[in-house]
Nanobody, 125 residues
Framework: QVQLVESGGGLVQAGDSLRLSCKVSGLRFSTYSMYWFRQFPGNEREFVAI????????NYADSVKGRFTISRDNFKEMVYLQMNDLKPEDTAVYYC??????????????????WGTGTQVTVSS
């Protein structure tokens, strides 16, 4: 049974930092690209960051470039999202997702077979 469990969300002030974690089990972690998405109320989930299976390739949404960093530990089967200089517009539920097949970022969310349950990040101004 595949499980993705996010943690690390919370309430912070603008300019603060948070590190989200996602623990993965039940799949061959080192062969999957890992993603972070976020969802604003009433909106679809939007792409935040990707890291490929080895960690050699990363990519980010323009809105978080230079502030967020995705990383992974294949031994611990964990993926992280370090979020610095947080802004109120970063307030959302953050989800990790797993997908095999390279470092693409499909826009169709049905192409992501595995999702976590999400962790709330709230940034106050």
């Amino acid at each position: 049974q595949v499980q993705l469990v996010e943690s690390g969300g919370g309430l912070v002030q603008a300019g603060d930092s948070l590190r989200l974690s996602c623990k993965v089990s039940g799949l061959r972690f080192s062969t999957y690209s890992m993603y972070w998405f976020r969802q604003f109320p009433g909106n679809e989930r939007e792409f935040v960051a990707i890291i490929n299976y080895s960690g050699a390739v990363t990519n980010y949404a323009d809105s978080v470039k230079g502030r967020f960093t995705i990383s992974r530990d294949n031994f611990k089967e964990m993926v992280y999202l370090q979020m610095n200089d947080l802004k109120p517009e970063d307030t959302a539920v953050y989800y990790c997702a797993a997908r095999s097949g390279g470092a693409r970022v499909p826009t169709d969310l049905r192409e992501y077979p595995f999702w976590g349950t999400g962790t709330q990040v709230t940034v106050s101004s």
